[in-house]
């Protein structure tokens, strides 16, 4: 050890290449940087099954069982209007507990990561960045995934506003997934974030309005249904879904903007899409509605999206840095101790 000591001393040659290297990598601009890491992550997803790869696949399957279980729902009429609101709800609930494998991810590649920004590579933002560059489309996929075969091949949904309900179910995936990703760094431990996910899964879905009005929750709990995707994703979706439809079998209109059940003593929602909203709004599910409100719930889930993105991105720097700046010190105090024994 004292020959090579001796050796480094003599001959700096390799420190400085090291160091060197160190400094080209700390110079790299944001762009070079986060191009660099977004072709690492781009690999990363198709070599990795777990994160999405696997996902498309459960997706498929867990959303064609939903849709068989509801196969009748696919001829629409009033003794459906039920199943097709239930077979929407878990097309699009289902596939939200599945953030659980982003949370998992997350945990265990915050490790690298921290040690490679740690080390100078890169700076956190360039990683956030990258991350979300994949991580956006690759939303929507799974968005095609839970919903293409199962809800417009098997469930027969309308095609009508296509690319809105797209965007708002790839929306409330991102609401999760996001939401999953902050969980994952605020403990060590993976289980942690998996519990953390799996309790606010089931706070959306409590508090989305399907099973207890807003009203009658209590005020304690009440400001849990404002950040619940499932809310407000859903109430948009199923505006989109049974808007504009028209002469739905079970009911007829009674030519004066209302419509009367087809048969005595059967349950009856509306002759036309817009009236089943009203109906099953001020029955049921309370939190529907016939207004368009589209934009405002888009707006909302991405306000909730990006406040989830903006706490991961601060938890994610602060340890970071607080590990690289303990790092830093120790090394700091065994250059000094070194120097002393060296005198």
């Known amino acids: 050890l004292d020959a090579w000591g001796k050796k480094q001393q003599d001959d700096p040659t390799e420190t400085r290449r090291i160091e060197s290297a160190i400094d080209v990598q700390k110079d790299l601009n944001l762009a070079t940087q986060v191009g660099i890491l977004f072709c690492r992550v781009a690999k990363l997803t198709f070599r990795d099954p777990i994160l999405y790869v696997s996902r498309v696949i459960i997706f498929n399957f867990n959303c064609i069982f939903f849709a068989i279980v509801y196969i009748e729902s696919r001829d629409l009429d009033q003794e459906q209007i039920d199943n097709r609101l239930w077979l929407i709800l878990w097309n699009t609930g289902v596939p939200t507990q599945m953030a659980l494998a982003a949370s998992l991810v997350q945990n265990v590649e915050f490790v690298s990561v921290r040690r490679e920004i740690k080390a100078g ?193 601060m938890i994610f720097t602060l340890r970071a840095y607080k590990t690289a700046a303990i790092s830093e010190s120790v090394i700091n105090s065994h250059k000094r101790e070194g120097e002393g024994d060296s005198v």
Not at 166 to 185: D, G, P, R
């Open 121 to 313: 590579m890169y700076k956190p933002v360039a990683y956030l960045i990258a991350q979300t560059m994949i991580q956006i489309p690759m939303m929507f996929v799974l968005s095609l995934a839970a919903t293409g075969i199962a809800g417009y091949v098997i469930g027969n949904w309308t095609l009508d506003a296509f690319c809105q309900k797209l965007l708002l179910h790839t929306l409330i995936l991102f609401c999760f997934e996001s939401s999953a990703q902050l969980f994952a760094i605020l403990h060590p431990h993976p289980v942690v974030g998996l519990m953390l996910v799996i309790n606010y899964w089931f706070a959306s879905f409590l508090f989305g309005g399907f099973f207890l009005p807003e009203k009658q929750t209590p005020w304690v709990v009440r400001w849990l249904g404002y950040i619940s995707p499932m809310k407000f994703g859903t109430r948009s979706f199923m505006y989109l879904e049974f808007h504009g439809l028209e002469d739905i079998p079970g009911a007829m209109d009674d030519g004066r903007g209302g419509y009367v059940c087809s048969g005595p003593g059967r349950r009856c929602y509306g002759y036309t899409g817009d009236q089943v909203l009203e109906s099953v709004g001020q029955l049921s599910w309370q939190h529907l509605s016939n207004e368009d409100r589209v934009l405002e719930d888009c707006l909302i889930l991405l306000a909730i999206s990006l406040a989830f993105k903006l706490g991961f991105f």
